[in-house]
């Protein structure tokens, strides 16, 4: 069973750039089934997607943090990575990464890590 | 971006019930719509997939309905492991977006 694990400083001040970094285990982030997704949860409300990468490297984010989002992928290493840049507090949030399958009527996100808490304050 | 809406927004029950939660799409989205149950703390666990089919492991108390723009999670049998918010999700258009999610709480 694939399993993914979050790693990343927990506390940012505004103006600093996010870096997460999320370790695939239990199989290939190789896989051409899958893509590889960033996810994040405001305290206490739903979820939004940021965006998702394919192995080769082939990325698409979410509009509407486009401009500040990157998203790349260390096949060696089995590892994806997020960069958030510019942060305010807006973007505290629970941050997670999640295995995306994409099939017939369905991208859906069938493993995530257990997620981590990005706090942004000065 | 397609917005998704979910009604009720909580919804109080008891361990035998049955359950019914709908989604509504602004556009029509096809099959391309999943539903996740997640618990306070945790990760979203993935349960319904393409509308209707049941994700491998998950009870058969579960089924998931509907096509273009209305779509239902009903949970047959309300079981004490099923307290849980619940979130619909579409993957017909990016970017992805969820459903403000409905909470099911013990009655």
């Known amino acids: 069973q694939v399993q993914l694990q979050e790693s990343g400083p927990g506390l940012l001040k505004p103006s600093q750039t996010l870096s997460l970094t999320c370790t695939v285990s239990?199989?290939?982030?190789?896989?051409?089934?899958?893509?590889w997704s960033w996810i994040r949860q405001h305290p206490g409300k739903g979820l939004e997607w940021i965006g998702y990468?394919?192995?080769?490297?082939?990325?698409h984010y979410n509009p509407s943090l486009k401009s500040r989002v990157t998203i790349s992928v260390d096949t060696s290493n089995k590892q994806f990575s997020l960069r958030l840049s510019s942060v305010t507090a807006a973007d505290t949030a629970v941050y997670y990464c999640?295995?995306?399958?994409?099939?017939?009527?369905?991208?859906?996100?069938?493993?995530w890590g257990l997620g981590t808490l990005v706090t942004v304050s000065s | 971006d397609i917005q998704m809406t979910q009604s009720p927004s909580s919804v109080s029950a008891s361990v035998g019930d049955r359950v019914t939660i709908t989604c509504r799409a602004s556009?029509?989205?096809?099959?391309?719509l999943a539903w996740y149950q997640q618990k306070p703390g945790k990760a979203p666990k993935l349960l319904i997939y393409?509308?209707?089919s049941l994700e491998s492991g998950v009870p058969s108390r579960f089924s998931g309905s509907g096509s273009g723009t209305d779509f239902t999670l009903t949970i047959s049998s309300l079981q004490p492991e099923d307290f849980a918010t619940y979130y619909c999700?579409?993957?017909?258009?990016?970017?992805?977006?969820f459903g403000p999610g409905t909470k099911v709480d013990i009655k």
């Open positions: 999640a295995r995306t399958y994409t099939g017939s009527y369905s991208s859906v996100f069938d493993n």
């Open positions: 239990g199989g290939s982030i190789s896989s051409g089934a899958y893509y």
């Open positions: 990468i394919y192995y080769s490297g082939n990325t």
């Open positions: 556009q029509g989205i096809s099959s391309w």
């Open positions: 393409s509308a209707s």
């Open positions: 999700q579409q993957a017909n258009r990016f970017p992805f977006t």
